[in-house]
């Protein structure tokens, strides 16, 4: 009798997830000046091609602690409006004391689940964006459906994803290692992840299929700025909650193996002091 393979559990994942975000939102949000200086040009040009300008209502899915949101609002400026939403409260409470912090009034906060935003009451929206957040929905039809749904008619998407792995080492390295030293399967057919919207002709087709026209893709470098191969560690053990979950089968001493692993690859990318993470990033926009 033929053993029966592993499904891919979307509710588990999904509660997963946010499970991880809530436990790692303090982190996330204390590492809020690299994540401005790491992905502040991609969020610019994603902003620039879904013409999100002074009077803007913009809706931000996936906004973890809100450094996107806030480029929106200053974009926006006080005559618009910027809702941001998150499956974690613990990371949209960040979010929420940002904007307060940086006197944004124009800035809202509901938590919701990315792929249920028929569930929120609002007016519809000049732009919706999502930052690193559509890669790890398990129905990313039905989410881009749902961002659709809350566009006003010419209103566009925008959306920032990692390229392929092997445009990404700074993260696809700890994975692989990772995968290797925990022995875990490839991942199931139709399971999310971080570089699950890397092919640009996939994004394309996910914009498409959800009722979007006239997409554009453009590539950004991004490569990740710190110090040392050790801070690069010390960022991705604090903040990639996935990290830690792929690590759970391990004892003590084989995921400290395995950090020491990953710090000594990632130190080829150390040069004259400083470290450079090459990172890719896919910028998308589409409209209703």
């Known amino acids: 009798m033929d053993q029966q393979q592993p499904t891919f559990d979307p509710v588990k994942f999904k509660e997963t997830t946010r ?31 879904t013409d999100v300008k002074r009077g803007s209502r913009v809706l931000d899915v996936a906004a973890g602690a809100g450094e996107q949101t806030l480029t929106a609002a ?12 998150d ?18 009034g124009n800035i809202d906060t509901i938590v919701a689940d990315g792929e249920m935003l028929g569930a929120i009451s609002a007016a519809p929206f000049d732009a919706v964006i999502s930052r690193v957040g559509l890669i790890y929905f398990p129905d990313q039809n039905k989410a881009l459906g749902g961002m659709r749904d809350h566009l006003k008619p010419g209103g566009r998407v925008g959306a920032i994803v990692y390229s392929t792995a092997d445009k990404n080492p700074f993260f696809s390295i700890p994975v692989g290692i990772i995968r290797r030293r925990a022995a875990l399967p ?15 002709t996939v994004l394309a087709k996910r914009l498409i299929d959800a009722g979007f026209r006239n997409v554009r893709i453009e590539r950004i470098d991004a490569p990740v700025r710190l110090h040392s191969a050790l801070e690069c560690l010390q960022f991705e053990q604090e903040s990639f909650g996935a990290l830690h979950q792929m690590l759970a089968g391990l004892s003590a001493r084989e995921q400290d193996d395995a950090w020491a ?25 589409a409209t209703r």
């Open 19 to 49: 499970k991880q975000w809530d436990s790692a939102a303090e982190a996330w949000n204390r590492w809020g000046p690299l994540l401005s200086r790491w992905l502040g040009p991609a969020t610019e040009l994603m902003l620039d091609m």
């Open 87 to 104: 499956i974690s409260a613990g990371i949209l409470d960040f979010a929420a004391s940002n904007a307060k912090l940086a006197g944004h």
């Open 186 to 200: 490839a991942p199931l057919p139709g399971q999310p992840g971080p570089f699950s919207l890397g092919d640009p």
């Open 74 to 85: 200053r974009r926006v400026g006080p005559e618009g409006y910027v809702l941001a939403t």
């Open 261 to 285: 692993e990953i710090e000594e690859a990632l130190g080829q990318f150390e040069r004259d002091g400083q470290f450079a993470g090459p990172c890719e990033m896919l910028v998308a926009a």
